[in-house]
């Protein structure tokens, strides 16, 4: 993070921002994981009269990199002079158009100004966690679901699968229930460790999808 040499007049502010700011409200459905989760328009009508009040305002700052990656930074000023600047956030458009571009600088000033102005947007998945679906019960010998073999020809994800699966949820903010719900209903499971490496291939490509900002195209009224 990079700073004004003199930051108290800022932080002082902050302070009494986040006296006002509450939890910000979901309007967004993802249509993949179903989970709900605030766009970018939403936080900035919420946090906007709050940071008015306390003379703050923030640009957010996108710039195109020559991979074709889009490269923000979210910028907080004061009517001091005094500022703070977040590191960057890198994301690459999932479709080199319009539309796969703007979609990435969305999610990177959604994901961006959240954790930069640590802002609170829960944890509901859209009221689902009380009926989250129960493992079905396996069949056959007894001895439980079969696990991926040679014999099968159904391969187990890998280390390398996983980890980036965990990755990529810890970056877009899905909740751990929601995917789980995601893989049963997609794949009958609910552990990371029981897909295959089609399967979690699959999963890697919807997630990166969504950390191109594709959820944001989608509202509540979806």
Known sequence: MRTSDNIDEICKALVGFHSEVGRIAKDGTNPHLKNRYATIDAIMEEIRPALAKHGLFVMQLPTNLDDGSIRLVT???HQSGQLMESDPIIVKPQKNDAQGIGSAVTYA???SLTSFLSLSTGDDDDGHAASAPTTPTPQGNGQGA???TQGNRQRLASELQ?????ATVNQ???????????MMREYG???KKELTTNEASALIKMLEGYQGGGGDQQTAKG
């Open 109 to 111: 000033r959604r994901y």
């Open 75 to 77: 910028r907080l000023y």
């Open 172 to 182: 877009v903010g899905i909740t751990d229930e929601a995917l789980k719900k995601y």
């Open 162 to 166: 996983i980890k980036k699966i965990m």
């Open 189 to 191: 499971k609910r552990s």
């Open 146 to 148: 079969p696990r991926a």
